[in-house]
């Protein structure tokens, strides 16, 4: 036993021995190695590191640049995709692209009480409604002459409508789309046609500001055709005129056309800002600019405007309108490109319809600045459609001394009378050009202010300027300007369109 159990102590002794001794080296290596890190962090880091760093940037900057990529990626697919679609959205809802036509749901400016005009500096305006069809509404706006402005303080509807009854000519304005009547644009055209002495109505078509209803091209048609009718009803035998602006020139044309149709044409028309047709319009409206080459374009965004019954077709309305036209364009209009204003003119200018009457074009400069909606800003506008003076006064003092006999007595006034614009021209030859300067020889002039002191012609006839039935002479007695000889010699924008 002994001799036995004696090798085994040794050996644990040996075993303890050597394990002693190589936790000891352990010990010695792990503190060496503790050392030696703690020196290559004081001396900085090793070759190796930098790469490693690197690499590690390298890494990090491409996934940026990849996360980056695929939002990118993202969007474009989702833009590419809504671009895709909308067309699709458009062909099955017809009724967007009415919505975008009409653009009625966008009232500005905003915050306005449209019953109060005189918040708006019209304080010479009175606020009516007028219903022409069961559920429908039309909140309508009457100027009265700006001379009656201090006469018309506090007085209620019944003084304006009788004061349509006046010596003063009336103006039937259409606005185009979006907004309200209360349009800044518009509201400062009123002031410039009102100080000029006209009464100027205008109304907001159903589903528009404060008028009730759904809108459509012939409810519109509809609204515009009362109104004018309800203005006839006061006015006797003073002429009216019809101001269309942009899509207004849709609502006029239908308009006017009707009235001719059932033989009781306005005056005249005039046509600010015109396009041919609808279709023609919207192809050329600056929001088309990013489909117009997108393949089946009529079929997606043109021919639902045709299936929702909307088409103001300007171009075929005028080929049957008989009463003197007068279009105004900028040449700078984004909108309604002045092309289709041109267009329109170049239609109606050899019309059979307009054989006894004037049409006439005239074109703003596009440094003038006028784009679409300021051409009311223009100083030749008031020499354009100014009338000579009348017989001023208040409903109920004005007599009904004709206007002719106020142009007659203006023409008196000036010594040379060789000097006469094309519109007194009695008869239109074949060699005319609408809107040619000509000087007529002085006893032809002589002949031309004799057929003004002559009677009317008879109901139904076309006289002199376009008379009917005993009217006087509208368009020449509305919109003679007031000093003659400068505006006959000096441009001929100067010309009314009325009958040569």
């Excluded at 190589?22 to 001396?43: E, I, T």
């Excluded at 054989?355 to 506008?381: M, N």
Aim: charged share 20%.
């Amino acid at each position: 036993m002994r001799k036995r159990t004696e090798p085994v102590a040794l050996e644990h002794e040996r075993h303890a021995a050597s394990g002693s001794s190589s936790a000891g080296s352990a010990a010695a290596a792990l503190d060496a190695d503790c050392r030696l890190k703690q020196n290559l962090y004081l001396a900085g880091p090793g070759p190796a590191e930098p790469r490693c760093a690197a690499d590690a940037g390298m890494k990090r900057a491409l996934g940026r640049r990849k996360g980056l990529c695929f939002r990118l990626r993202k969007i474009l697919l989702c833009v590419v995709g809504l671009y895709m679609a909308i067309p699709f959205l458009i062909k099955l809802c017809p009724g967007i692209q009415a919505k975008l036509i009409f653009l009625n749901f966008v009232r500005v400016p905003y915050f306005i009480d449209l019953k109060k005009p005189q918040d708006q500096g019209l304080n010479h305006t009175c606020n009516y409604y007028l219903q022409p069809e069961e559920d429908v509404t039309l909140g309508v706006w009457h100027t009265v002459p700006a001379v009656w402005w201090k006469n018309a303080q506090g007085k209620d509807q019944m003084w304006y409508e009788d004061a349509l009854a006046s010596s003063h000519p009336i103006i039937l304005y259409l606005h185009g789309n979006a907004g309200t009547r209360g349009g800044d644009h518009r509201v400062e055209l009123y002031k410039v046609l009102s100080s000029l002495g006209y009464h100027v109505v205008t109304f907001d078509y159903r589903g528009w500001g404060d008028s009730v209803g759904t809108p459509s091209e012939r409810g519109m048609t509809y609204d515009a055709l009362h109104v004018f009718d309800w203005i006839k009803a006061r006015s006797g035998d003073n002429p009216v005129y019809i101001w269309g602006h942009s899509l207004g020139t849709g609502v006029a044309t239908n308009l006017v056309r009707r009235l001719c149709e059932r033989e009781t044409p306005p005056d005249a028309l005039i046509l600010e800002s015109p396009f041919t047709n609808i279709r023609e319009e919207a192809k050329s409206h600056p929001f088309s600019v990013i489909y117009r080459y997108f393949p089946g374009f009529d079929w997606f965004f043109l021919d639902p405007i045709t299936s929702s019954g909307i088409q103001f077709a300007n171009d075929e309305n005028v080929k049957h309108i008989s009463c003197s036209l007068l279009i105004l364009h900028a040449e700078d209009d984004p909108v309604v490109p002045f092309q289709l204003g041109r267009k329109l003119y170049n239609i109606a200018a050899p019309s059979r319809s307009f054989r006894d009457f004037k049409v006439q074009f005239i074109p703003f400069h596009s440094d003038l600045g006028y784009r679409h909606k300021y051409i009311y800003k223009s100083p030749e506008l008031p020499r354009i459609l100014r009338f000579p003076p009348l017989v001023q006064g208040i409903p109920g003092e004005v007599g009904t001394r004709a206007p002719a006999l106020s142009v007659i007595r203006h023409l008196k006034e000036h010594e040379d009378v060789s000097l006469v614009p094309p519109f007194l021209r009695p008869a239109r030859h074949p060699g005319d050009v609408p809107g040619e300067r000509t000087r007529m020889p002085a006893g032809q002039a002589e002949e031309a202010l004799a057929d003004l002191r002559r009677p009317p012609p008879v109901a139904g006839s076309t006289g002199f300027c376009g008379q009917r039935g005993g009217r006087a002479c509208g368009p020449l007695s509305l919109l003679l300007p007031l000093n003659l000889r400068s505006c006959w010699e000096d441009s001929d924008r100067a010309f009314w369109p009325s009958a040569s």
